[in-house]
T-cell receptor
Framework: AQKVTQAQTEISVVEKEDVTLDCVYE???????LFWYKQPPSGELVFLIR??????QNEISGRYSWNFQKSTSSFNFTITASQVVDSAVYFC?????????????FGRGTSLIVHP | DAMVIQNPRYQVTQFGKPVTLSCSQT?????MYWYQQKSSQAPKLLFH???????NEADTPDNFQSRRPNTSFCFLDIRSPGLGDAAMYLC???????????FGPGTRLTVL
């Protein structure tokens, strides 16, 4: 069975602070995919990043960076110099490919509030 | 420019009155998914189609049905909505394989 744990229910920071959102996953599969999505108040899930289980290279995209460590089954997400527009719920997801389709399992999400 | 469109954005129905939610896509993707997301919870996969092949999640209630008449459209039918079915319903698509899922804006269902 697959499981994704986002232990932080809510994080509150002041603008320009750095913030890290934690994600820990469990799976018995050797091939799997990890995702982060952003869900602003409007409700639409916005794709941020995808990683496959064989690619442990960290990635940076502007103010966003991701740290994937298979040894600890973690896929953490850091926002540098946070902005008010970063306020949203962030979901980490673990997916396995089954019959040509992704079958995802989402974490419960972390609500990030960035205060001006 | 919208790629995954959900109508309506807000739907109010009465307890026990059937309701249909609609999803359409302009991406020509093979796979379409329906998720249920209750307040402050993670999206929960209800079912998905790979082309015409329907895949139901084991714990999806029988009250929920889906139709995919063609590549572009997929419908979620709730036969007898209960108060517990009030939620945001999200549609997503992907081209299959290792492609990412693209989500629509969701339909928020209220059951009175």
């Amino acid at each position: 069975a697959q499981k994704v744990t986002q232990a932080q229910t809510e994080i509150s920071v002041v603008e320009k602070e750095d913030v890290t959102l934690d994600c820990v996953y469990e799976t018995r599969d050797t091939t799997y995919y990890l995702f982060w999505y952003k869900q602003p108040p409007s409700g639409e899930l916005v794709f941020l990043i995808r990683r496959n289980s064989f690619d442990e290279q960290n990635e940076i995209s502007g103010r966003y960076s991701w740290n994937f460590q298979k040894s600890t089954s973690s896929f953490n997400f850091t926002i540098t110099a946070s902005q008010v527009v970063d306020s949203a719920v962030y979901f980490c997801a673990l997916a396995k490919l089954l019959g040509g389709s992704y079958i995802p399992t989402f974490g419960r999400g972390t609500s990030l509030i960035v205060h001006p | 420019d919208a790629m995954v469109i959900q109508n309506p954005r807000y739907q109010v129905t009465q307890f026990g009155k059937p309701v249909t939610l609609s999803c359409s896509q302009t991406l020509n993707h093979n796979v379409m998914y329906w998720y249920q997301q209750k307040s402050s919870q993670a999206p929960k996969l209800l079912f998905h189609y790979y082309d015409k092949d329907f895949n139901n999640e084991a714990d999806t209630p029988d009250n929920f049905q889906s139709r995919r008449p063609n590549t572009s459209f997929c419908f979620l039918d709730i036969r007898s909505p209960g108060l517990g079915d009030a939620a945001m319903y999200l549609c997503a698509t992907s081209s299959g394989g290792t492609d990412t899922q693209y989500f629509g804006p969701g339909t928020r269902l209220t059951v009175l």
